[in-house]
């Protein structure tokens, strides 16, 4: 646990010192928002008769958790292929750590990231739900759906042997994981074959417990599923990076 | 202590079809500094990597510290310090950054790693810079922050690959000057492997000489030099070599012969260098070799190198 948090603190230290990074992700936050939230808002009006941005929000909050894990992943290659990785093989400290601190400090950074979305989104006049708590467990959820995309960009990561490599294969379940969802149209609007494709999706679950709990709106999946799915997606997601992470250093 | 600080039985990587290292049996002893010299691809990294833990051996066993690689790697790790061959950090962190995380993984509290934070960078003159990103460090710089680093937890054993590869010689004799330094007053344990002779020859108090993943030769370094012989005439010249070569044979006080076609050099390895001189001499002339220069000389520790790999250092 311990070097867990000192890994932690390293990364989180290097966002904080690399005012580029760290102002990058503020900003396109706000452009995610502001363009995605304004834009869509003028075209689509029908969907549920309410707020488009109020919809679209979990949506880009899931992208950006996404894109985070994306981030993360790119964060452990680069040591790898640094060498920088032998420091801590060489050290005493728990092979899951190395892991663990990585999706940690990412999981840190895309709950920043969901804390700004969710403030621009209230500066620009969406409403929220009544309940903190229920603000609460969303962002607890979107942490967990974090954890477990970094999981799987670590395992990637961990096995990549170039840069590009590593961008070719996230690429291939990145934009379907965000255009198989409902991220842009509620499910009702779906045809059947592709809703049972969505319902694969974990973003899926996590964008419908996000507008439920952050926003107030109907759930439509049930809240306890929702849960069940994201978490059990974070533990799938953790054993895939420990799994390859493990491959890859038993040479 | 009695017991060794590294001890190997048999060590053996393969990576597929490749085997780097092919069963080095290497025992050093505590407070010694090691010296594994070796052409490039002969297995010096492989054997530093499996020995501190980094990859498990195909076949063989080790232990560091008195316990072993695979079974107890944890305990090794706790008692190792380690430099790699090439330099592995992380350029935008400042030094001391570096260091402070460092100290954190291997649990130092606070307190101690200030301090011997201070120290170490004191030692290896990085005070002005230790602040900077280590983006900005030149590569001289880099070294000896990973040497600090290396230090920072005060190890029972310090592993060095190719500790002063690409620098400059000030920097280089700078380097020898910590190791011995450290050797001397806190007993440390070194093992270091190097392709720079004269590296070996300033530091170790053993040196093993490694080629195709084996041991070719081991001991003292004046030991292994003195095996050759007393001294070395080096004739340079044209002709029949063959028969020269034949003709040296023949001569009881010769001990080794060594050519390197390369540079028409001929090296006779004798008892007496002074004394045998003119008998060479004769020796090259009466078989129609025409000798253009020739000295005497004593051996070094590259003439072991050559002797035992069939190759000479050209760094
Ligand atoms: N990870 C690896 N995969 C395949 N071959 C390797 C690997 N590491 C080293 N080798 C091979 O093993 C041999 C020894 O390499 P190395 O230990 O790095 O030698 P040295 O450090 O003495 O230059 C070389 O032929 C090298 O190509
Ligand atoms: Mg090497």
Redesign the pocket.
Known sequence: MHATYVIWSKHMTKFFRNAEEALGLAIQSVLWVVLFGVGMRGIVTQVSGGDYLAFILPGIIALSALAGAVGGGMMLLDERLRGITKEYLVSPIPRLSILLGNAASTTTKALLQALLMLLIGVLMGVRLAGNPLGWLAALLLVGLFALGFSGIALAVAAVSRSIMGYHGMIFLFNLPLLFASNALYPLSVLPTWMRTLVLFNPTTYLIDAVRALAFGAEPTLGLFSSTAVILLFAILGIWLALTAFRRSIR? | MATAAIETHGLVKR?GE?T?VAGVDLTIAPHNIYALL?P???????TISMLTTLVPPTAGSAQVAGYDITSQARQVRRRIGVTF?DIVLDPDLTGRQVLDIHGKLYRMNRQERKTRITRLVELVQLEEAIDRRVKTYSGGMKRRLELARGLLTDPQILFLDEPTQGLDPQNRIGIWNYIRELNRERGMTLLL?THYMEEAEVLAHAVGIIDHGKMVAEGKPASLVSALGADVIRVHGHGDQQHFLHTLGTLPFVEQVQIDEHDNLVQVFVDNGNRRLVEVVQAASGNGFRVEDIAVAQPSLGDVFLRHTGRTFRD
């Open positions: 040479r | 990576y490749v780097a070796g490039n691809g002969a297995g010096k990294t492989t061959q492997t």
